[in-house]
């Protein structure tokens, strides 16, 4: 084998290790958002279904004010003027409800044993690692 060949299969087979040792650190996250508490995933994912309803929001409000500005509204429709109004109530709406759940997110993972740093769910009384009394 020439040794251009060899360099080649070398590199080869230490990318290969490398995207195995990256996988299995892709597998011990996933299995620490699994392990993570339920209800901080579900309020994420929420976060990112509010943030991308917003995106569309924001995309039909431009979609909306081109075509009226192009004159390329359709009659007979809801007037542009009223419809992009509308979006933008939605907008606030969903911005507060992410604010919501963005300050519930921070304060559930603010909370945390003063002795031994575990995690702790908001109405816990004592860790539930070291059994220490938590501070309401
Ligand atoms: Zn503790």
């Known amino acids: 084998?020439?040794?251009?060949?060899?360099?080649?299969?070398?590199?080869?087979?230490?990318?290969?290790?490398?995207v195995a040792e990256g996988a299995k650190d892709a597998a011990?996250?996933?299995?620490k958002v699994v392990g993570e508490k339920?209800?901080?995933?579900t309020a994420r994912l929420e976060l990112m279904r509010l943030r991308s309803e917003r995106e569309s929001a924001f995309s039909e409000i431009g979609r909306a004010f081109y075509l009226?500005?192009?004159?390329?509204w359709p009659?007979?429709?809801e007037s542009a003027d009223?419809?992009?109004?509308s979006l933008l109530g939605r907008v606030s709406e969903l911005e507060m409800k992410m604010a919501e759940l963005a300050a519930k997110v921070a304060k559930d993972a603010a909370r945390s044993c003063p002795s031994c740093g575990a995690?702790?769910?908001p109405k816990d009384?004592?860790?539930?690692?070291?059994?220490?009394k938590l501070e309401d």
């Not at 339920?38 to 995933?41: H, I, N, P, V």
């Open 125 to 132: 009384r004592f860790c539930p690692s070291c059994g220490c």
């Open 82 to 85: 009223h419809r992009i109004e």
């Open 119 to 121: 995690v702790c769910r």
């Open 75 to 77: 009659a007979g429709a």
């Open 1 to 18: 084998m020439d040794s251009g060949m060899k360099r080649f299969l070398n590199e080869m087979a230490d990318r290969a290790a490398a």
């Open 68 to 72: 009226m500005n192009a004159g390329r």
């Open 38 to 41: 339920k209800e901080e995933a």
């Open 28 to 31: 011990s996250a996933a299995g």
